[in-house]
Every structure is written in structure tokens, then in C-alpha cells.
């Protein structure tokens, strides 16, 4: 090839033809798995077990999971999927499988401090028969005492003190009636039942009060006299009297309650020796107590009558509450150590909470049965699992995590995030716990926390990072397999064939982006089973195939791919403007990824340069206006420096440029665009013109380098696409790093265009290999003349040398202007 350069002014040699990169062939681009084991379907697979592959978060797993001292929690980044917590559950569970039960705890009341209840630790299985003994030690209470206080030996004792103490007070009575005689009165019991001293007058009492008017002064004031003497006696008499009454109350009570713990004792030794635990021996006891002091409830009560019309009665208090047991954990049917999954970590989930309840007259009232607990009491000698992410947007949950994980303890409150004051009134007693928390949250989240909260550090020790790929060995290969296996026997899918695991394998390396690498991420593999499996039912097939596992895929593109289809109607009808045959000098096909929504393809883009006389540098359009990332920006930087390199060891660098990605009215970011960039600037500093038929992707150093970048198989995929709508004319392709060659896997459809030679794929390792092959002439160095770099080199010297010109031209025509300051002088 020869050509000339546009300035006719700095004529220039023949440019050298240059021989094109080695392209990749058709074998190169194929990617095919063979499974080694034999098995025709899944069905004679053993079903696999989860996280084959991550070696070392399965040794932080179980490192956190062996240790019990405290702060030794397990923090879990990488997980994906909605099952992740379900799955993490399971291998957990596998673990606990043999450890040992733990126990049962119950709060019951305290009868010293009735606003602090007890918590009191059992066995496994005791917290519930504890309640019930005591329900039952209740009912008895309820049927027996009334029988025991009506037995005739209860009621002869009674009648015995009664008969005692009732002939002390008529024997008192009647030394109060004769002393009442001495002083000349007789006692008579008034209307209202007090006593009443009437004078005795000549033998006979007197009636009224005129007979006592009249009597003599003499016999009045000694009447007078003996009455205030009487009355002092009177008045001892009723203190004598009130304690014989007191005295046989107490001898009643003394006697109901010797038949009452007659009756009680061995019922409460009965529930003592099947607990056999201290702490219930103590409880017993103070239950004794409070109900031989409280027997009264016990006996029969009368029924009270119809409350009045319009008035509503208080709620009537359960007396027998204060015996109840409140089991806030239940270990009954627990094998091995609990493991709970807490999918909703809100506060009053994870440590509980004092319920409070509204009486009829309007009161928030509460006692020690509403006493509920949270999924952190509940996993006391096991494990729970929840989402930091989640537990973090809830109210006060991470302060109080991490205070209840420093201490080893639960303080039970009523939860009362917006209340101006707190009005439990209970203060149960602290519960000491001994459970391993493991958290799931993002990579992002872990080194946050780790980075800004101290206390972090001391309660999540172990971190098990899952990774997203794992190597394409025979055991990976088989682990496919096997979680295919798993699935269909869990969910009773169709098995799948030999040749369906093969396909989902190479669906594993293309979501992992190597061909040396498969995806870890089980919930995703999972997701196509299903997808496949269904398609296989529909199209009655047993087992499922490769082609029910591709007829899913395209499915799933078929769903999303709407606005790739818009855009590349919008490039064949000439809306967005992009040429793919031809040459043009300045301008280039650039590769970009747009994401939407769970599918991803490439996006071709006409990027274009322009260079004029000047010291305003390279001006990135998309900078200037905003819509470009930092890394897309650096990207620039970069290529400012490689310019430096190869072009201004010898002279300035003096002129203006710019770049620019055409109809681009979204933001940009990444580098992947910055060797696209770089070959539209040096055509144009050249005045070469480019092929049009290839597009190009890749990143560049400061050397010239072209680095491997993101998205490789998709950004192929979205030229080819464009290039097949229009016509394939046998001259396209895509040139790519040659770094990122392990990365393909492609659809059948462009590797069959490949083999028949009507698309190509050429890998480039260097900016002279793509400039070479963009314009074809030879890349060359600064100094040969008739090569790119030396054309480039020219044009720059040009520049600055006119730049410099065109400075001393306008200085020169300054000076020669009237009035200047020289020529006047």
C-alpha cells in the first residue's frame, strides 16, 4: 500500500506495508467440556454437598465453628443467591450434627423481688415439664385444700380451738359483770353491739335518765366515780378480748397451714427430685412459702354478683399466676446444637422483648409470662445466622449486637424505639449466653466495618470469603454434577443427561470469564436446572438435554435482549451513525458493556478524534461534560502519557485534541476504550485513514502496551451482531488483547462465521500492532520515514514549529502597528 500525506507542504515517503497479526482460527475460539466420569445421567450421581471449591472459606468456617472462646463469630462475604442463608444453615447444621443439646431456660417469678423474675437454666426438655408439674401442682392445690379444710378431723381441731378460746372470753365476761356489780353497775350490749353500764340503784337499775336526775349530788357523783373506773376496765376488757380473737385467728391459720404443707410438701418433693437442680430446689421453697402464706386463694370463693348497669369491673387478676413457668427456650426435640436462621434480624427477633398488654381500664400492663425471647436466647449453645446487611437498617440492632456479644449476655427490655419513656416496670434477670453468630454481608461491608468499627474487630474474628470461580479440574466438573443431582432429587426435577452438565459447565466458564475457570455460584447454575428442567417437561423430554439447557439460555436472552435489538435496529436504520466498511481518517469503532438489568452485551460505538494547532493538550468531551468515571478518565491520562513516550523525548508537544464518543448521552466509565482512542488520534495526527470494518477493544499503558480488559465475549458478540444484521462482507472483526484470549467462549454462531472466514478475531499485544493493522502500513519508530510513528512524529514537529511561527508572526505584526510604544520612541 502506498499513500501520501494531505499537507502538500511536508511531502513524505511511500508509506511500508505491514503484514497483519496472526488472527485466531476457528479451533482456537472452540471451548468444549468432556466430563471424565462415567455416568449417563444425574441419577447416578451422589448428590453433592455445598461449597465444593472454596477451600479456604470453608477452613475459616471451620476454624470460627471450633473454637468457643468469644469473638471468635464468623463473618461470611461472597455468598450469592436467595438460598444463601439456607445453605450456609445446612453445612452449619452438618457440623453441629454431633455436638451436644443444650438445655432448656425459664423464667418463673421471684417472690422476694416480684419486678426482677428469675431465669433459671435446665436440661433439654425440662422447661416445658417444669411448666406442666407446676400447672398440675396448682390444679391439685385447687381441688384439695377446699377438700382438706372440710375433713372432719380439720373441722374437730377447729372446733376444739374454738370451744377453747370462746370459753376464755365468757370466762373474762364474767369477771367483767362482776366487777361491774361491785361498783353497783350491770352491762347491758347496746343497739350497735357495744357495751353499756347501767347504774344500780336500791337493788333495781336505773331505766332512764330522770330516775338517775333524782338522786342526791352525793349519789350522782359517785355513780359519776365508779362509771370512769368501769370504763377503764371496759376498755381492757376489749383489749383482752380483741387478742383472744387474734389468738385463735392465728391458732386457725397454724392449724390450716400444718394441713396444708401436710398436703403440700410431698407434691413439691415430687417435682424437686425429678428436676434435681438447685435452682428449682430454692424456687420450691419459696413457692411453699408464698402458698402457705397465701391458702386463702386457694379455698373456695364465693361467686361475686352482676356488676352494676354502665360500670365495667377491672380485669380480674389470675392469682395463681405467680406459680406459672415461662419457657422462653425449648430445646425438647433439638438433636445436636440448635442452628437458626433469623431471615428478618429485626430488634425484637433477634434479643426479644417484654410484651405489654392494655386492661380494661386502659393500663399497659405486663408480668414475667410475657416474657419473650429472641433468636439469640434461642440459639444459647448453637448457632444463628442472618444477614449484617439486614440487621444493620433496623433500630438499635448493631449497638445492641455488639454489647450482647462482648458480655456474653441478654438483657431482656420492652422494645420501645419511639416511646419518650419506658414503662415495663420488669427488670428480669440477665440470661448468660454461649452462641456463635455467623453474619452474611458483602466483601464492601466486611472491610468497612473492619476499617471504621474497633469493636468489629473483637466480635468477628474469622472471615470466610467464598469465591466466585474455582479452577475447571475433574472435581469441579464432577461438583457440577453432583449439584445437579442434589437439586433434581430435592425439587424433583428430570435428571439431567451427560451432555446437559457439559453445557451447563461451559455456561460456568463463560459466567466465570475463563476458559481455565467454572462459576462457583451454585444458586446461579441452579437457577438454569430449573429454567432447563421446565423446558424439558414441556417439550416431554426425560432426561434433560444440551439442548434443553440451550434452548434456556436463548430464552433468557430472548426476554432481556429488548433494547439490544432497539439499538441495533437504530444502527441499521442509520439513527445511530456507524460505518463498518470503508476507511475514514480520525474515527474508529469502540466496544462497551451495557448492563441491563441480569443481561449484558456489547454496544458498539463510533468514537472520533480531532487535532488542530494549539497548547490546549487532549480535551476529553465526555470529561468536560460530566459523563465520564474517574477510571475512564485516568484511561485519558494514560494515553497523554504514552504520547510523551514515544513522541516528546526529542521535541514539544504542542497542540489541541479532542475525543469523543458520538451519540454517548450516558455516562462512561473503564479504560477498555483508551487503545480505541489512542489509534483515532494517531489517524489523525497522521492523516491515515482506518478500516471501519473492524472495531476495537482494549486498554494501554504508558508503553504501548495493550492490557486485557472486562466483557471480551460480549463486546465480540455485539459487533458480530451488528456486522450479520447489515451483512457480513468477510472483512470484519473485533481486535482484542491478546491478553485476554483465555477469556473466550463464544456462541457457536460467531465461531462458525470465524471458520468460514467471513469474521475475524485478531488478538493485539502492542499500539503498533493495531496501528499496523488498522491502517495497513508498518507501525515503525519515531525516526523511519513512510511509517505511522513517523508520520505521527512529523505532524507533531509540525505543529509545534507552526505553533511557534504563528506566535512570532503576530508578535511582528504587533510591533509594526501605530502607536507603538518602540516607533514612537
Known amino acids: 500500500m502506498s499513500a501520501l500525506s494531505s499537507d502538500p507542504q511536508h511531502p513524505t515517503a511511500p508509506l511500508q506495508p505491514t503484514a497483519s497479526p496472526t488472527e485466531l482460527q476457528a479451533e482456537d475460539l472452540r471451548f468444549h467440556v468432556s466430563l471424565a466420569s462415567d455416568f449417563h445421567t444425574t441419577a447416578d450421581l451422589e448428590p453433592g454437598h455445598d461449597f465444593i471449591g472454596q477451600e479456604r472459606a470453608r477452613a475459616a468456617l471451620e476454624l470460627g465453628l471450633g473454637i468457643p472462646s468469644g469473638g471468635f463469630n464468623i463473618f461470611v462475604s461472597g455468598l450469592t443467591g436467595a438460598e444463601k442463608l439456607e445453605a450456609l444453615r445446612g453445612w452449619v447444621a452438618h457440623q453441629a450434627a454431633q455436638a451436644s443439646t443444650p438445655g432448656d431456660w425459664v423464667y418463673v417469678h421471684n417472690f422476694a423481688h416480684p419486678d426482677a423474675p428469675r431465669a433459671i437454666y435446665l436440661a433439654s426438655g425440662r422447661g416445658c415439664r417444669l411448666k406442666h408439674l407446676m400447672s398440675e ?169 352482676p356488676p352494676p348497669p354502665f360500670f365495667l369491673p377491672p380485669s380480674p387478676q389470675d392469682p395463681f399466676l405467680e406459680y406459672d413457668v415461662n419457657v422462653v427456650v425449648d430445646n425438647a426435640h433439638t438433636n445436636g446444637a440448635p442452628v437458626l436462621v433469623e431471615s428478618s434480624p429485626t430488634y425484637l427477633n433477634l434479643f426479644g422483648t417484654i410484651e405489654r398488654v392494655v386492661d380494661r381500664s386502659g393500663r399497659l400492663v405486663t408480668n414475667f409470662t410475657r416474657i419473650k425471647s429472641g433468636s439469640l436466647l434461642r440459639a444459647h449453645g448453637g448457632y444463628l445466622i442472618f444477614s449484617l ?50 453474619v452474611v454481608g458483602s466483601p464492601f461491608l466486611y472491610h468497612m466495618l473492619y476499617a471504621w468499627d474497633d469493636e468489629f474487630r473483637e466480635i468477628f474474628k474469622v472471615h470466610a470469603d467464598f469465591r466466585h470461580t474455582m479452577e475447571l479440574d475433574a472435581q469441579h466438573l464432577l461438583a457440577y454434577g453432583q449439584w445437579v443431582a442434589q437439586v433434581c432429587q430435592q425439587e424433583g426435577l428430570p435428571h439431567f443427561d451427560r451432555s446437559a452438565v457439559e453445557r451447563l459447565v461451559e455456561f460456568g466458564a463463560r459466567r466465570a470469564g475463563d476458559r481455565q475457570k467454572v462459576s462457583a455460584a451454585s444458586a446461579e447454575i441452579t437457577d438454569l436446572v430449573r429454567e432447563a428442567a421446565y423446558w424439558a417437561r414441556k417439550d416431554n423430554g426425560h432426561p434433560v438435554s444440551a439442548r434443553h439447557v440451550q434452548q434456556a439460555l436463548d430464552q433468557r436472552t430472548f426476554r432481556a435482549n429488548r433494547v439490544e435489538e432497539e439499538l441495533r435496529e437504530f444502527i441499521t436504520q442509520g439513527t445511530i451513525l456507524m460505518d463498518i466498511d470503508g476507511r475514514k481518517v480520525g474515527q474508529l469503532n469502540g466496544l462497551a458493556v451495557l448492563q441491563m438489568g441480569e443481561h449484558s452485551f456489547g454496544r458498539p460505538s463510533r468514537v472520533t478524534a480531532s487535532v488542530a494547532m494549539g497548547q490546549a493538550g487532549i480535551v476529553n468531551i465526555e470529561r468536560e461534560s460530566r459523563l465520564s468515571g474517574s477510571i475512564h478518565d485516568k484511561g485519558l491520562l494514560i494515553l497523554s502519557g504514552y504520547l510523551r513516550n514515544r513522541y516528546g523525548q526529542d521535541q514539544p508537544l504542542t497542540l489541541s485534541a479532542s475525543l469523543c464518543f458520538e451519540q454517548s448521552y ?34 494501554v499503558n504508558q508503553w504501548g502496551e495493550v492490557q486485557a480488559i472486562g466483557g471480551v465475549n460480549e463486546k465480540i458478540e455485539g459487533f458480530f451482531d451488528v456486522c450479520r444484521v447489515q451483512g457480513l462482507t468477510g472483512q470484519q472483526g473485533v481486535m482484542i488483547p491478546a491478553s485476554n484470549v483465555r477469556n473466550l467462549i463464544l456462541r457457536a454462531d460467531v465461531i462458525e462465521a ?72
Open 137 to 305: 401442682l396448682v390444679k391439685t392445690l385447687r381441688e384439695e385444700l377446699p377438700k382438706a379444710f372440710r375433713q372432719e378431723a380439720f373441722d374437730k381441731e377447729k372446733t376444739q380451738l374454738k370451744d377453747k378460746y370462746v370459753a376464755q372470753a365468757q370466762a373474762l365476761s364474767a369477771e367483767l359483770d362482776a366487777r361491774a356489780r361491785e361498783k353497783g353497775f350491770v352491762i347491758q350490749v347496746g343497739p350497735g353491739g357495744n357495751l353499756i353500764l347501767i347504774p344500780i340503784v336500791n337493788g333495781h337499775p336505773l331505766e332512764s335518765p330522770e330516775e338517775f336526775a333524782h338522786l342526791s349530788d352525793e349519789q350522782q357523783q359517785a355513780i359519776a366515780a365508779n362509771q370512769r373506773r368501769m370504763a377503764e376496765e371496759l376498755a381492757a376488757f376489749t383489749s383482752k378480748q380483741q387478742e383472744i380473737l387474734r389468738a385463735m385467728a392465728e391458732d386457725v391459720r397454724q392449724v390450716e397451714k400444718r394441713f396444708g404443707e401436710a398436703l403440700l410438701t410431698p407434691l413439691l418433693a415430687a417435682i424437686s427430685h425429678e428436676m434435681d437442680n438447685p435452682e428449682i430446689e430454692e424456687y420450691l421453697a419459696e413457692v411453699k412459702a408464698h402458698i402457705i402464706d397465701n391458702l386463702d386463694d386457694f379455698k373456695e370463693q364465693e361467686r361475686p354478683g
Open 389 to 438: 446487611e439486614d440487621a444493620l437498617t433496623e433500630p438499635a440492632v448493631w449497638k445492641t449486637l455488639k454489647r450482647t456479644l462482648k458480655s456474653s449476655r441478654i438483657e431482656m427490655e420492652t422494645y420501645e424505639p419511639f416511646a419518650l419513656f419506658a414503662t415495663s416496670g420488669l427488670k428480669p434477670e440477665p440470661v448468660q449466653i454461649q452462641v456463635k453468630v455467623v
Open 666 to 699: 450516558a455516562g462512561i466509565e473503564g479504560d477498555s476504550a483508551s487503545s480505541t482512542e489512542l489509534y483515532a488520534l494517531l489517524s489523525r495526527l497522521a492523516e491515515l485513514p482506518v478500516r471501519q470494518d473492524l472495531a476495537v477493544t482494549g486498554s
Open 754 to 825: 470465524v471458520a468460514q472466514g467471513k469474521f475475524h478475531i485478531y488478538p493485539i499485544r502492542t499500539i503498533d500492532e493495531g496501528i499496523a493493522l488498522l491502517t495497513g502500513a508498518r507501525a515503525g519508530t519515531v525516526a523511519e520515514e513512510g511509517t505511522v510513528n513517523g508520520l505521527v512524529s512529523r505532524r507533531l514537529r509540525a505543529l509545534a514549529t507552526d505553533l511557534k511561527a504563528f506566535g512570532t508572526g503576530s508578535e511582528e505584526a504587533s510591533a509594526k502597528k501605530p502607536g507603538n510604544d518602540e516607533e514612537k520612541s
